[in-house]
Nanobody, 121 residues
């Protein structure tokens, strides 16, 4: 079994910062990409940022220059540093990871339960 657990969400004023963490645990042989998504009320889930096994990153245009994704492979953990937060960043933030549970197994995508980020104006 593989589990992803997010932490670090909360309420912050506009212009503030938050750091989200996503820790993967359980049967893990290797992790390919790790990503962060978000879903605001009434909207579809959208990609925020993704980092691959070579540390290449991709960001949504709306967060470029404000958010930074990183990973600690020794801890099977990804991070999303969010600076200059805006009210429109308010959403439930989810992490995911593309994981080999065992050697020679098929990779699967796993999701965390989500953490609420609320930015007040």
């Amino acid at each position: 079994q593989v589990q992803l657990v997010e932490s670090g969400g909360g309420l912050v004023e506009s212009g503030g910062s938050l750091r989200l963490s996503c820790a993967a645990s359980g049967s893990i042989f290797s992790i390919n990409y790790m990503g962060w998504y978000r879903q605001a009320p009434g909207k579809q889930r959208e990609l925020v940022a993704i980092i691959d096994s070579g540390d290449s990153t991709t960001y949504a245009d709306s967060v470029k220059g404000r958010f930074t994704i990183s990973r600690d492979n020794a801890k099977n953990t990804s991070y999303l540093q969010m600076n200059s937060l805006k009210p429109e960043d308010t959403a439930v933030h989810y992490c995911n990871a593309n994981i080999h549970p065992r050697a020679f197994s098929v990779r699967s995508v796993y999701w965390g339960q989500g953490t609420q980020v609320t930015v007040s104006s």
